[in-house]
């Protein structure tokens, strides 16, 4: 169950996104827009800040179908980013939480839970990459307006995948930063081990959001934790329990 992946790319591989203000605001009427185009003019608007700091509280549920109790789990991220590459993510919550640093050459992930940490290169230009798969992104739907955390935004709907495997998604979006308030996903039918399903739930909220900040370059470089021991080459580990 890949969460970080989900979570992690809708914060810096793709959580580093939002409108931008050439965005039309929604009129009454739902109407849908290409999913490329959307998604291209959202990380476009990322794309234009030097820097970037947020925090980003997750919260997920995984309720079996067979009744029993749901499983929830809270995260919470810390995000810093400077650009073209060089980002900080600092995770708490299950799994003792952890950390993910790219110092612009080398991107490393230390897990507190194990003691240990990997290192890959790192991204070269984090942008370019989303963009390029910007194509192939599914269309969304601009339904409408939202105050989410005491912002009006315009709300995204979409979803990916067929039947009960599919996930909706809905994105709120700042009318006036541009920025993304909240995301949320929803899926009805998760396998799971040995047999098991699960209903998801999932919701992201980005606060305390800044454009430009001054970022001290000493985040971006990462020293490993006494004692910490260095993955095998070709595996690293995850930061949040949910694989990387």
């Known amino acids: 169950m890949n969460y970080q992946r989900l979570s992690i790319a ?17 009129s009454s009427a ?9 998604y291209s003019r ?12 947020a925090i980003i509280r997750s919260h997920v549920v995984l309720q079996p179908v067979n009744g029993s109790q749901p499983n929830t789990v809270d995260t919470t991220l810390t995000v ?27 991107l490393y992930t230390y897990s507190a839970m194990l003691n240990q940490y990997g290192a890959e290169a790192a991204p070269h230009d984090l942008f370019s990459q989303l963009m390029s798969g910007a194509s192939t992104a599914p269309t969304l739907s601009a339904v409408g307006n939202a105050v989410v955390n005491g912002a009006l935004t315009t ?17 709120y979006i700042n009318q006036a930063s541009g920025l993304i308030e909240r995301i949320t996903i929803k899926q009805s039918s998760l396998p799971g081990p040995q047999g098991a399903a699960f209903r998801l ?27 910490a021991q260095k993955a095998q080459s070709g595996e690293m580990p995850s930061i949040t329990g949910f694989g990387q």
């Open 42 to 53: 959202l990380i476009a608007r990322y794309h234009s800040l030097n820097t970037y700091s």
């Open 201 to 227: 739930s999932l919701q992201e909220d980005y606060l305390s959001q800044k454009q430009n900040p001054p970022i001290s370059a000493g985040l971006f470089h990462f020293t490993p934790p006494s004692g």
């Open 80 to 106: 810093f980013y400077k650009s073209p590459n060089l980002f900080r993510i600092e995770a708490q919550g299950l799994m003792g939480g952890g950390l993910r640093v790219s110092d612009g050459t080398t």
């Open 10 to 26: 809708l914060v810096l591989t793709a959580v580093l996104i939002g409108s931008g203000c050439c965005l039309a605001s929604p």
């Open 30 to 38: 739902p109407h849908s827009s290409r999913g490329s185009s959307v």
């Open 155 to 171: 709300e995204y709907m979409g979803q990916s995948g067929k039947g009960s495997a599919g996930r909706k998604f809905v994105i």
